[in-house]
């Protein structure tokens, strides 16, 4: 029951390890069978009468249905032997810009670049543009088929191969090639929140139990899912994502893993390859990640993607007067960045940016060194060393990467001159 996860996925590791015995199906079943009755009298010896029924709410009723799955049971298929084939299986970004959508064809064998895999085809829920030109655009490892499988991210194009309305890769792109002379930074740390079927936090009670509220816990009284984050860390690493780190964050249902620092366009592809990568773990162990700003019902509950960006003029000596410049150009444009930092043109950030807890204001830009509580932020140890990058708070967890990067970019940049002035500020604050 490690992490709060439902007390079987200790089981399924347990005799995940004892495979090679042999297992059949009715072995497992009764194996299981028995570690739970061990489980249930272990909780009655340990807990009062109240405190089992409450547990069991806990932990039986968010997850889903799909947990149930012998998980074992699938690495007997997986471990049959085959040919050269390849399983790639083709990731893009739905109409929304917010969700991924994913599915798998056979190569006759293992792709040796991007270059060989072939374009495909999908549909498209829109009027006029029904079906859809895929273009893989990168490729990783498959962390769940394994090797010589791949996952690759690819990028959406009309029929006249003109990039759909949620590619924001394709502009993205043009930009990275326009600043590359910078050689240009980007790290990302993308919050996100584990949720049950139901909605509600995993592992929260309804009755509203006081658990620690702060970053980095350690304890089942403090935070919930160990499992799925180390799970989905070594997934990235497999899969060749630049992972950098992983921790609890506020919320003991609430995690975070940083990406980076990648250059040029290359961090928005890890990004959207690490977000799938969790949700397909997610699955396994029957909870949802959920990205959005604020997912529940208590508005203080928010996530976001705080964003790491830097020059070479910024990482070398003497670069704190670069990033204070950048500083300066991103306060001229507060507003602009607002409407592209979550998917529904700032509407998500109004609901996120309260100038509470360590968030800033949405109303107004803001700034400081070793501060969490402002828009822009210049780390401690950047000050004292007088070089380093500069951290962007306002970004939300259900950002698109790339139209972070690309406003970053144009702003910092490329001189983007449109300023903020009265009525844009009421029109992203409408």
Not at 174 to 190: A, H, L, N, R, S
Not at 204 to 227: E, F, H, K, Y
Not at 298 to 320: D, W
Not at 356 to 367: A, D, E, H, I, K
């Amino acid at each position: 029951m490690h992490g709060g996860l439902h007390p079987k996925s200790s089981i399924l590791r347990l005799y995940a390890k004892r495979k090679e015995g042999g297992w059949g199906l009715v072995s497992i079943r009764a194996a299981i069978q028995d570690e739970t009755a061990k489980i249930h009298e272990y909780i009655r010896k340990m807990a009062p009468s109240d405190g089992i029924l409450i547990w069991k709410k806990i932990m039986m009723s968010t997850l889903s249905k799909s947990f149930g799955l012998h998980k074992i049971v699938k690495q007997h298929y997986l471990s049959l032997a085959k040919g050269a084939e390849c399983q790639v299986t083709y990731i893009w970004i739905d109409k929304a810009g917010e969700n991924l959508l994913g599915k798998t064809r056979t190569l006759e064998m293992e792709p040796a670049g991007i270059r060989d895999v072939p374009e495909w085809s999908a549909s498209w829920p829109d009027e006029k543009i029904t079906e859809v030109v895929l273009v893989p655009v990168r490729m990783f490892r498959d962390p769940f088929t394994l090797d010589p499988n791949k996952l690759v991210l690819c990028e959406v194009l009309d029929g006249n191969y003109a990039p759909t309305g949620s590619n924001q890769r394709s502009q993205c792109v043009k930009v990275m090639e326009k600043v590359k002379d910078f050689q240009t930074w980007f790290g990302m740390e993308q919050e996100y929140m584990l949720l049950g079927l139901d909605g509600k936090p995993f592992g929260w009670p309804s009755q509203g139990l006081r658990l620690t509220r702060a970053s980095c816990t350690v304890g089942i009284n403090n935070m919930l899912g160990r499992d799925i984050s180390i799970s989905h860390y070594r997934a990235c690493l497999y899969a060749g994502i630049n992972i950098c780190g992983s921790n609890p964050e506020a919320w003991p249902f609430q995690w975070e893993f940083q990406v980076g620092p990648c250059e040029g366009i290359e961090v928005g592809d890890h990004v959207w390859m690490a977000r799938y990568i969790l949700h397909r773990v997610c699955e396994d162990f029957g909870v949802v990640a959920s990205l959005d700003a604020t997912p529940i019902e208590e508005k203080k509950h928010t996530s976001g993607c705080h964003t790491n960006f830097s020059t070479k003029e910024m990482r070398s000596k003497g670069g704190l007067q670069y990033i204070e410049e950048a500083i300066r150009r991103l306060s001229k444009r507060h507003s602009q960045h607002l409407r592209v930092y979550d998917p529904h043109g700032g509407a998500d950030n109004m609901i996120r940016l309260t100038n509470q807890s360590t968030t800033s204001s949405f109303q107004s830009f803001s700034t400081a060194t070793a501060s969490r509580k402002v828009s822009v932020r210049i780390p401690d140890h950047v000050s004292r060393s007088g070089c380093g990058y500069l951290e962007d708070r306002r970004p939300a967890a259900n950002c698109d990467p790339y139209s972070v990067m690309r406003a970053l970019a144009e702003t910092c940049l490329l001189g983007a001159a449109e300023e903020d002035d009265d009525e844009r500020k009421k029109t992203v604050a409408a």
